[in-house]
């Protein structure tokens, strides 16, 4: 008997390894990277649609429901109409949990009051039954296109950003002329069905319970040698090593300034609106370059006293230089036109070239 038990308890552990693993993929796949602040609630969310699994199956069958829970075997005495009850509760209580934590996805001035969070713990219900069949279809076809990533010998790199609904498709838009006036051509292309079935299953029973956090229609944009794959709260870099990894600093360069957010909390993406309307003003077509040095000074000051975590502050840093370098090629552009100016007015029959 002791031999039995140790054997089973070697199978469940490798059994949990590779559930483990195949669940982060699939949460990976079907979420993106989500923001630190916000994982843990994440986790809890899809390990609470996890135990409405195995506790629905413990309804039907009591003792397969508590195994598939503790992978410990049920003693005989144990009478299964209780593990029956038990379950039942579980059932009930278990989605409403999932809907309460829901909540915390949001930030504490955006989350409903009253009837409003009556109703998005009831959401919990359908959205832990979408969760819970999302995760099942995922941990199957994640391994898969793990695989499919690994046989090419591509390596996976994040980029974490910030899209809202209303701009996925400008972003998007965004990123393809990027990487084209680079000299890398893509091809626009949506998702696998793997991934668009699945997502599809968890947005209908959803609602907009997580539509900060999973694109409707996720899209990816397809080379020979690289894919990139656009989350709400996640840009994902599939490719060779040598080639993602100057897509990457492309595009960290690139989406500065732009309509995703490379901040995640509401104080990093106000830094980021003003660092933006600034650059703006910087533009060959912009009729109001004045105050720049005032702006710069105030986005100084802004960013000293700004309480986020190092990472954050990291990113909104690097913005900062980004903007300071432009508004010091745009004095000089202006400087230089300026003197151009002057010049053709005091000898206007010589042609001036400016260097480029």
């Given amino acids: 008997m002791a031999i039995v038990q140790a054997l089973l308890a070697a199978i469940a552990r490798s059994a949990g390894r590779i559930m483990n693993t195949a669940v982060g993929w699939a949460t990976a796949m079907i979420f993106g990277k989500v923001p630190e602040k916000r994982q843990i609630y994440v986790t809890i969310m899809t390990f609470g649609s996890i135990v409405w699994i195995a506790v629905v199956i413990g309804i039907a069958f009591p ?12 003693p005989k005495w144990v009478d299964a109409r209780w593990i029956r009850i038990a379950m039942l509760i579980a059932a009930v209580v278990v989605p409403a949990l999932v809907g309460a934590v ?22 919990g219900y359908p959205f832990t039954l979408g969760l819970a069949i999302t995760l099942l279809m995922m941990c199957v076809f994640a391994p898969i296109m793990k695989l499919r990533t690994l046989s090419r010998r591509w390596t996976t790199q994040h980029i974490p950003v910030i899209v809202e609904s209303k701009d996925y498709e400008p972003v998007l838009d965004h990123l393809q002329q990027v990487l084209s006036d680079r000299g890398w051509r893509t091809e626009r292309r949506r998702a696998s ?26 899209a990816t944009l397809e080379s020979e040698r690289f894919e990139l794959i656009l989350h709400p709260s996640d840009l994902v870099v599939n490719g060779v090593e040598r080639d993602i990894i100057h897509v990457r600093a492309l595009l960290a360069e690139q989406l500065a300034f732009g309509r995703a957010h490379l901040a995640w909390t509401k104080e990093g993406q106000a830094l980021e609106d003003a660092m933006r309307r600034l650059h703006a003003r910087l533009q060959p077509s912009s009729s109001s370059p004045d105050g720049l040095d005032r702006g710069l000074d105030d986005i100084d000051a802004r960013l000293r006293d700004l309480d986020v975590a190092y990472d954050e502050w990291d990113v909104l840093f690097r913005e900062k230089l980004l903007l300071q370098l432009a508004a010091r090629d745009a004095r000089r552009s202006r400087h230089e036109e300026r003197a151009e100016t002057r010049a053709r007015r005091w000898f206007p029959s010589i042609r001036l070239l400016r260097s480029s």
Avoid: C, H, N, Q
């Fill in 63 to 74: 003792r397969i429901g508590t195994f598939l829970l503790s992978f410990v075997p049920v």
């Fill in 102 to 123: 829901s909540l915390l996805l949001k930030d504490p001035e955006d989350r409903p009051w009253g009837t409003g969070k009556m109703r998005a713990v009831l959401r």
């Fill in 193 to 218: 069905w793997m991934v668009r079935v699945p997502t599809r299953v968890l947005t209908l029973l959803g609602g907009r319970t997580l539509d900060d956090y999973v694109a409707r229609e996720l």
